[in-house]
């Protein structure tokens, strides 16, 4: 479950790390239906005997799809939630970088710090995360963003 705070209290949560998710697996099936989904059939992530010639050693996750399971992450414990939400909007992301590539049968995770806080218009609340996916028993994380969230209250 995700922190749940009203308003008045944001401030107090402010360059702190407001959560973090269990482990997922990152499975071939997965990486093979991001491919179908976008296109992007790189052999790097769908071919795992030609993969393996990389200095990779196996077929390895797309960055991106990385970065769409921010989405998922956020559900899970991600990230502030305010009291009497009607809404949440994805805002977009001020910067991404991907640092580690995830390799198949790898465990990732999302920890969550929130940044920023600031309310853009009566009931609006703009949100900057910042939300680093980890790699289990990696040293570098796989990716590193801020993610930004417009929520509007009742």
Partial sequence: MANVVSVDQLK??????????????IDQERINKFADATGD???IHVDPERAAQTPF?????HGFLTLSLMSMFSSMNGGIKLENA???IN??????????????GSKIRAR????SAEEKKPNHYLM???????????EKPA???EWLGMTVVA
């Fill in 12 to 25: 107090n949560y402010i360059g702190k790390e407001v959560g973090i998710t269990e482990w997922l697996e």
């Fill in 41 to 43: 059939h790189q052999y």
């Fill in 57 to 61: 050693g196996t077929t390895i996750a």
């Fill in 86 to 88: 009607v809404m949440g």
């Fill in 91 to 104: 805002y977009g992301l001020d910067k991404v970088r991907f640092i580690n590539p995830v390799k198949v």
């Fill in 112 to 115: 969550f710090e929130l940044i």
């Fill in 128 to 138: 900057k995360h910042n939300v680093t996916i980890d790699i289990d028993g990696e």
């Fill in 143 to 145: 990716l590193i963003a």
